[in-house]
């Protein structure tokens, strides 16, 4: 069934398929000209880029921060965050880690690990570790192997309900946008995220490549352990220089393996739709592109087993537009429209997303930047069922040397659900929080090989 939502979708999507090449075949051939790094010299004195062409690299990355937050978190029992656990107040922590990277002429490989300890008001110290690594490397003429893993302990629930409008991938890493200003209870955790991808190109600007990638997360209790899982094969093939269409099909769900009474969900992406991109200055300072694609993907209208179900479809999409303004300032929005499963929900979420982003050099030892996002969808297609989330920061940057820099950030976000539809009843069904960071950090290159 589809919904009148979807009509003007259908309507876009089928003209980008019919109009987007043609448009691009039509196009006169733009003057070749210099490439960013080259456009762009000017750098900021902190956190300029390494030598390029760098072989092996390790940095040694730290900050030491203080915060105000109108909503710390406060929770020690594990209850419900009830409004008599939100209290104002101060906290601070420290984070640090290394990252290494090499890349050979065949293989390249990275690693990266770091520890994070927030001491908040009469509680224990609240540490996170990391650790990850990354390997691709040929595995014939055409043919190249990627792979990833990654680990992260914390010692409470954390909650990613956020979408990142400048991602278009379909099955992306549920735990991705899990930070640690969003615990909401005290729950130890042990994620990890593994992927595997292989690609095969071809001589006519062709490529096939599959996928597999599982996160899990599992807790103290068990009873909230989560599985999300998807695979897919995607042929992609370049129509012209800024145009290509792309087929292939995935299939992704997620899962509470210790909770029976749930059945499972799962989404097939019909991955069949437009690649666009291109500049639309002579100067390459402003950047566009778009894609599309749909999902087939089982709702009901409850948690349970004996809920009603049905087969729902949707048309997906993301389009990206950047600016380039004078030597430093970069300015974006970003628009997506996805269906994803998230952790402590069932159902899966169709969502709308926009963010937009400025950020530049104000001089060379002070940067600004600023983000905002705006999230609006329904919980397993039920039109009950609507939720809405808002971020937003903005912060300065002071180089006090190459290595050393002071900044302060703002930070809020917002969430609102329906009561009732999170599978665990402490979930908080609305949140809104604002606070203040600020520190010193550190950015050290340890290893620089050509």
Same mark, same amino acid.
């Given at each position: 069934?589809?919904?009148?939502?979807?009509?003007?979708?259908?309507?876009?999507?089928?003209?980008?398929?019919?109009?987007?090449?043609?448009?691009?075949?039509?196009?006169?051939?733009?003057? *070749?000209?210099?490439?960013? *790094?080259?456009?762009?010299?000017?750098?900021?004195?902190?956190?300029?880029?390494?030598?390029?062409?760098?072989?092996?690299?390790?940095?040694?990355?730290?900050?030491?921060?203080?915060?105000?937050? &109108? &909503?710390?978190?406060?929770?020690?029992?594990?209850?419900?965050?009830?409004?008599?656990?939100?209290?104002?107040?101060?906290?601070?922590?420290?984070?640090?880690?290394?990252?290494?990277?090499?890349?050979?002429?065949?293989?390249?490989?990275?690693?990266?690990?770091?520890?994070?300890?927030?001491?908040?008001? &009469?509680?224990?110290?609240?540490?996170?570790?990391?650790?990850?690594?990354?390997?691709?490397?040929?595995?014939?003429?055409?043919?190249?192997?990627?792979?990833?893993?990654?680990?992260?302990?914390?010692? *409470?629930?954390?909650?990613?309900?956020?979408?990142?409008?400048?991602?278009?991938?379909?099955?992306?890493?549920?735990?991705?946008?899990?930070?640690?200003?969003?615990?909401?209870?005290?729950?130890?955790?042990?994620?990890?995220?593994?992927?595997?991808?292989?690609?095969?190109?071809?001589?006519?600007?062709?490529?096939?490549?599959?996928?597999?990638?599982?996160?899990?997360?599992?807790?103290?209790?068990?009873?909230?352990?989560?599985?999300?899982?998807?695979?897919?094969?995607?042929?992609?093939?370049?129509?012209?220089?800024?145009?290509?269409?792309?087929?292939?099909?995935?299939?992704?769900?997620?899962?509470?393996?210790?909770?029976?009474?749930?059945?499972?969900?799962?989404?097939?992406?019909?991955?069949?739709?437009?690649?666009?991109?291109?500049?639309?200055?002579?100067?390459?300072?402003?950047?566009?592109?778009?894609?599309?694609?749909?999902?087939?993907?089982?709702?009901?209208?409850?948690?349970?087993?004996?809920? &009603?179900?049905?087969?729902?479809?949707?048309?997906?999409?993301?389009?990206?537009?950047?600016? *380039?303004?004078?030597?430093?300032?970069?300015?974006?929005?970003?628009?997506?429209?996805?269906?994803?499963?998230?952790?402590?929900?069932?159902?899966?979420?169709?969502?709308?997303?926009?963010?937009?982003?400025?950020?530049?050099?104000?001089?060379?030892?002070?940067?600004?930047?600023?983000?905002?996002?705006?999230?609006?969808?329904?919980?397993?297609?039920?039109?009950?069922?609507?939720?809405?989330?808002?971020?937003?920061?903005?912060?300065?940057?002071?180089?006090?040397?190459?290595?050393?820099?002071?900044?302060?950030?703002?930070?809020?976000?917002?969430?609102?659900?329906?009561?009732?539809?999170?599978?665990?009843?402490?979930?908080?069904?609305?949140?809104?929080?604002?606070?203040?960071?600020?520190?010193?950090?550190?950015?050290?290159?340890?290893?620089?090989?050509?």
């Amino acid at each position: 069934m589809i919904r009148r939502s979807n009509r003007a979708l259908v309507l876009i999507w089928l003209l980008a398929i019919l109009v987007a090449p043609s448009v691009v075949s039509a196009q006169t051939p733009t003057t *070749e000209v210099q490439p960013a *790094e080259v456009r762009r010299p000017f750098r900021g004195l902190f956190g300029a880029p390494g030598l390029p062409g760098s072989k092996q690299t390790l940095d040694f990355s730290a900050s030491l921060y203080g915060a105000y937050d &109108d &909503d710390v978190f406060a929770d020690q029992a594990g209850l419900a965050l009830s409004s008599g656990l939100q209290r104002s107040g101060w906290f601070g922590g420290l984070e640090s880690g290394l990252n290494y990277t090499r890349r050979g002429r065949r293989i390249g490989f990275g690693a990266d690990a770091g520890i994070g300890v927030t001491a908040y008001p &009469d509680e224990p110290l609240y540490v996170v570790y990391r650790t990850g690594a990354n390997f691709n490397a040929p595995l014939a003429r055409h043919t190249s192997l990627a792979l990833s893993e990654s680990f992260v302990y914390a010692p *409470e629930y954390r909650l990613g309900l956020f979408v990142d409008p400048t991602n278009s991938r379909v099955f992306d890493d549920p735990f991705g946008s899990v930070v640690p200003d969003l615990g909401l209870f005290r729950e130890r955790s042990y994620r990890t995220n593994s992927n595997v991808g292989i690609t095969q190109t071809f001589r006519d600007e062709s490529s096939l490549s599959g996928f597999y990638s599982i996160a899990t997360a599992n807790y103290e209790s068990n009873d909230l352990n989560y599985i999300n899982q998807g695979a897919g094969v995607r042929y992609q093939r370049q129509l012209t220089r800024n145009a290509g269409l792309h087929v292939g099909y995935g299939y992704g769900g997620g899962r509470y393996p210790n909770m029976n009474n749930l059945s499972r969900r799962g989404i097939h992406n019909i991955d069949v739709g437009v690649d666009y991109g291109r500049a639309l200055s002579v100067s390459r300072r402003t950047q566009f592109s778009f894609s599309t694609g749909s999902a087939l993907f089982y709702v009901n209208q409850g948690v349970s087993n004996g809920a &009603d179900r049905r087969l729902d479809f949707a048309l997906l999409g993301s389009a990206n537009l950047s600016h *380039e303004m004078g030597r430093t300032w970069t300015a974006s929005i970003a628009y997506q429209r996805s269906v994803a499963f998230h952790e402590g929900f069932v159902d899966p979420f169709l969502a709308q997303s926009v963010s937009a982003t400025l950020k530049g050099l104000l001089s060379r030892r002070l940067q600004f930047n600023a983000a905002t996002s705006y999230s609006r969808g329904v919980v397993g297609a039920n039109s009950n069922n609507n939720f809405d989330s808002t971020g937003a920061n903005a912060g300065l940057q002071y180089a006090l040397s190459r290595f050393f820099a002071a900044y302060v950030n703002y930070v809020y976000y917002q969430y609102s659900f329906p009561a009732g539809i999170a599978v665990d009843p402490r979930f908080p069904p609305s949140l809104s929080r604002n606070g203040v960071r600020f520190g010193i950090t550190t950015s050290i290159p340890v290893i620089r090989a050509k």
